[in-house]
């Protein structure tokens, strides 16, 4: 079965500084692998995905991430924490062909501090 | 575009009443699910459905009920509620890409907020 650990469940960063949020999976083969953003009381939106190709993907407020399928990892990385990233970060993998679930990780949440 | 549009937003119910949870999407996705979301323990899928007719359940289906009977509307139905449903609820869909590939990414409604006291 699928799943999801993102081993940190809260982060504290300054504004300016680098961030890194940590995603590994568990799958048979390489799946399908997403970060979305959840800021309070909203809903969750994409922020990237990686569906094959380029290891390093770019996706939307300056978020990047990397697949790295020796690590069974997906890390979400940005280079200058803004205050307005603070929100709850969640990882999730979705199976390659067909329709099956996706799964969430339990979400890292992100606090910026001035 | 609106989206995925879930009502209401918040709702307080009482042990042992019923509601239904409203979700229209307007993308024209074949693939609608529902979710609730405890505090650390990310999102667990309650049911999904991969075209009208045709629902199935998902990690914690129990006390749940749906119905999908057009490709807009997943209604999430509460039965008897209980204490252990106090959640918020999402509903999300989804769709094939043009190629005809299925790629699990999501768009997900505001979230309903529902206590049972």
């Known amino acids: 079965a699928q799943s999801v650990t993102q081993p940190d469940i809260h982060i504290t960063v300054s504004e300016g500084a680098s961030l890194e949020l940590r995603c590994n999976y568990s799958?048979?083969?390489?799946?399908?692998l997403f970060w979305y953003v959840q800021s309070p009381g909203q809903g969750l939106q994409l922020l990237l995905k990686?569906?094959?190709?380029?290891?390093l993907v770019q996706g939307i407020k300056g978020f990047e991430a990397e697949f790295k399928r020796s690590q069974s990892s997906f890390n979400l990385r940005k280079p200058s924490v803004h205050w307005s990233d603070a929100a709850e970060y969640f990882c999730?993998?979705?199976?390659?062909?067909?329709?099956?679930?996706?799964?969430f990780g339990t979400g890292t949440k992100l606090q910026v501090i001035p | 575009n609106a989206g995925v549009t879930q009502t209401p937003k918040f709702r307080i119910l009482k042990i042992g009443q019923s509601m239904t949870l409203q979700c229209a999407q307007d993308?024209?996705?074949?693939?609608m699910y529902w979710y609730r979301q405890d505090p650390g323990m990310g999102l667990k899928l309650i049911y999904y459905?991969?075209?009208?007719?045709?629902?199935d359940k998902g990690e914690v289906p129990n006390g749940y009920n749906v119905s999908r009977s057009t490709t807009e509307d997943f209604p999430l139905r509460l039965e008897l509620a209980a204490p252990s449903q106090t959640s918020v609820y999402f509903c999300?869909?989804?769709?094939?890409?043009?190629?005809?590939?299925?790629?699990?990414?999501?768009?997900f409604g505001e979230g309903s907020r529902l206590t049972v006291l």
């Open positions: 459905s991969v075209g009208a007719g045709i629902t």
């Open positions: 799958y048979g083969a390489t799946p399908y």
């Open positions: 999300a869909s989804s769709d094939r890409t043009g190629k005809g590939e299925y790629t699990g990414e999501l768009f």
């Open positions: 990686y569906f094959s190709g380029d290891t």
């Open positions: 993308m024209n996705h074949n693939y």
């Open positions: 999730a993998v979705g199976p390659k062909g067909g329709y099956q679930k996706v799964t």
